[in-house]
């Protein structure tokens, strides 16, 4: 187990590189970089409908998305006229910078204001993969349980955001809303939680008031 | 990358000679074992609590609990009476057949008529890991979306079973049953698919009779 542990610090190691070169290019391009993670079926890919619906008049989004398997999601994207890139994974948990990198290379996303990375559907692989993003957003419908931050620490600790998904449906699921803001802040005490639902709009406004302010605030530094 | 795959192959038949090992261990003690894979939230621990509702009584149910972080579901378990151990992966995403070994060193859990295994919610990690089981079961909550079986073909392939749950959300939600059916069985012909709501009870009666049917199956061959 020796050997497995070295080779994946060195692959962490080269990957870390990677990313740094990526978030060099981004930072030369002025474009905002968000890397979106959750389980599957937690309305990633519905959330980046209902954002390039308020934003992509106004401001030019660009998405990569990442699944095992299908091209759905980047179709999904693409018919609200955004350009998209679907990177598929195989058997693989996650997206790693190169992917990233032959993302960039393979479709014209370049320059964008605003790109969103959707990672491949999974609470824990993606976490410890730097993508050369500007902040991590963990998603948590409210399906899935209030006790999921506690659950799944590493991720809820690490994304500068979480977005707390469905709300819609609060009335139709036990969820403790206020357990969930207190273990996130517990976790991650400088983090921002938003409430939305994509299905009646609630809250979109404030998330995408979160992408405009920080690509400001990019722009600015 | 090539010493990381030989090295990944190498653990995973060392995996599966162990995994061969259990087998041997629960034919003797005459233990069903099925293992219960999905996303994080999408019901396990809430079906496990039904089915021990409906047959801890009459028989020896075991559970064994794979999380990251938390002792909580196998504490949901035993409050019900029936024993379970928790096993804490750390960061890995996934249960292999060395855990599950040390999880009945460790606890009482044989002899035991039915052992549930409820693995790392995770839709992908723990889809080629053999953990010695007669069965695996995937499920799948209606708030999730109706394209997950495409989206994660691998598990929905190998998992005899698969477990619609929450279907009390059925009308608050966009999810093609029927197209779900459809997929499933085009991905898993010989496969069989039962809907369960744990909230409303509709279904735990089929789910429990296929365990039972399952159980008394291996105990005449």
Redesign the interface.
């Known amino acids: 187990m020796k050997?497995?542990v070295t080779?994946?610090k060195k692959?962490l190691a080269a990957s870390d590189e990677h990313a740094q070169r990526l978030r060099e290019r981004f930072a030369e391009s002025a474009t905002l970089v968000a890397n979106l993670i959750s389980?599957?079926?937690s309305g990633k890919t519905t959330l980046l409908e209902a954002t390039a619906r308020r934003l992509g008049d106004r401001l030019r989004l660009a998405v990569i998305e990442g699944?095992?398997?299908?091209e759905?999601d980047a179709d999904r994207i693409r018919a609200l006229g955004v350009p998209a890139h679907q990177i598929l994974t195989g058997?693989a948990?996650h997206l790693d910078a190169r992917q990233i990198d032959g993302a960039l290379e393979a479709a014209d996303l370049l320059p964008a204001d605003i790109l969103v990375i959707e990672n491949?559907?999974?609470?824990?692989?993606p976490?410890?993969y730097d993508l050369g993003e500007d902040f991590k957003v963990a998603l948590l419908?409210v399906?899935?349980?209030d006790?999921?931050p506690?659950?799944?620490?590493?991720i809820f600790s690490r994304a500068d955001v979480t977005v707390v998904t469905?709300a819609?449906?609060l009335p139709?699921?036990p969820f403790d809303l206020d357990a969930v803001k207190s273990s996130v802040a517990s976790l991650n005490p400088a983090g921002t939680l938003i409430v939305v639902s994509s299905t009646t709009g609630d809250g979109i406004e404030d998330w995408c008031r979160l992408l405009t302010d920080r690509l400001e605030a990019k722009r600015r530094s």
Do not use: F, M, Q, W
Not at 150 to 154: G, H, N, S
């Open positions: 050997h497995v080779i994946r692959a389980s599957p079926g699944d095992v398997a299908t759905n058997g948990c491949v559907g999974n609470l824990i692989c976490t410890t419908s399906t899935e349980g006790d999921k506690v659950k799944y620490p590493a469905k819609d449906l139709h699921v």
